[in-house]
């Protein structure tokens, strides 16, 4: 039981050591201050990526990610000219969510293709949807996203929980619940573990495949919203290459890719990894966006050789 900890707690190692490195590198970054605006720029993303963690949890990979966070923002902005209510389009959005996610799930069970295949239509489909529907960036004016953005709770010293973090740390630990003491959950293990032992043990293979998706495709649907209403606006080229953030953010969590092993609470700590790397780089001032990408590769690099490492280790305890 300890072994399945050991990549969550490599995962609070490296978030704790690069965020000491930035109270040694800058004065005031070890504050609540730099945390509460981690958590709330990048909500939407982990949001996301706690969806996939199911996913991906269960074997599966999910590529529709950023495109369906681009398409609920682009629908939500325009339903807002038409007088909508941003709580009834994002309502209206999540249920889509969960419904595009269901559907892909069957095809992919009923018809037995590959998750990758389906899932990339399915980003074709969504980024297709929103240069249909509009090719500009359209604001979200309803006074609901100012009164969205004002809700915060108070953190010690000056830092502030902001209403996008309130409700990704809600959906966090729903996760964490459904994940860890679910029915459903434990079938989701099963299924990644070893699926045909788990379709042997009567996991309802169909209906999990299902409920997955359908819930990856209801937190990609939210983190969409959020995104939405942390911009104000809707844009069809929202959300471009999320899903490769997303992924990555579950894998640095500490979830295997091959299925079968993974914590949600890990993929918290996966997405602040990538904020506050972001952030470190915008305190320095003298490097570009593009040391993100080369930082946060060569950490994922690092993450999937352990992983390696660690399951190497198992088998050999497992054969012994």
């Not at 994002?90 to 992919?108: E, N, P, T």
């Not at 966006?289 to 930082?295: H, L, Q, R, S």
């Amino acid at each position: 039981m300890r072994e399945k900890y050991l990549p969550l707690t490599a995962t609070i190692v490296v978030f704790l050591a690069l965020f000491g490195i930035g109270g040694l590198l800058y004065n005031n970054f070890v504050s609540t201050l730099v945390l509460g605006d981690i958590l709330a720029d990048n909500a939407f993303i982990i949001i996301a990526a706690i969806g996939t963690t199911f996913v991906i949890i269960s074997g599966g990979i999910d590529l529709s990610i950023g495109s369906m966070i681009g398409f609920v923002g682009v629908v939500m902005a325009n339903l807002d000219v038409v007088g909508w209510h941003p709580l009834a389009s994002g309502a209206l959005m999540l249920v889509f969510g969960l419904g595009f996610g269901a559907l892909q799930g069957l095809i992919i069970d009923f018809c037995d293709i590959q998750p990758f295949i389906v899932t990339l239509a399915g980003l074709f489909l969504l980024r297709g949807g929103c240069f249909m529907i509009n090719l500009d960036s359209v604001p979200i004016r309803n006074d609901f996203v100012h009164d969205f953005a004002s809700v915060s709770i108070l953190l010690p010293g000056d830092g502030e929980l902001h209403s996008s973090a309130i409700v990704m740390l809600v959906a966090w630990v729903v996760a964490i619940v459904i994940a860890q003491f679910t029915r459903f959950g434990a079938n989701v293990y099963a299924i990644g573990g070893d699926r045909t032992s788990a379709a042997l043990m009567g996991v309802p293979m169909r209906r999990t495949m299902v409920g997955i998706y359908a819930l990856g495709g209801f937190y990609s649907a939210l983190g969409g919203v959020i995104y939405a209403l942390y911009t104000s606006s809707g844009y069809p080229l929202a959300g471009t290459g999320n899903e490769l953030t997303a992924i990555a953010s579950v894998v640095l969590g500490g979830t295997l890719l091959t299925g079968g092993v993974g914590l949600v609470a890990g993929t918290l700590f996966g997405g602040m990894i990538f904020g506050l790397i972001a952030t470190l780089i915008n305190f320095n001032g003298s490097l570009n966006g593009a040391w993100i990408m080369i930082i946060g590769g060569v950490l994922l690099f690092l993450f999937i050789v352990l992983q390696r490492f660690l399951v190497g280790s198992f088998r050999l305890r497992s054969a012994a």
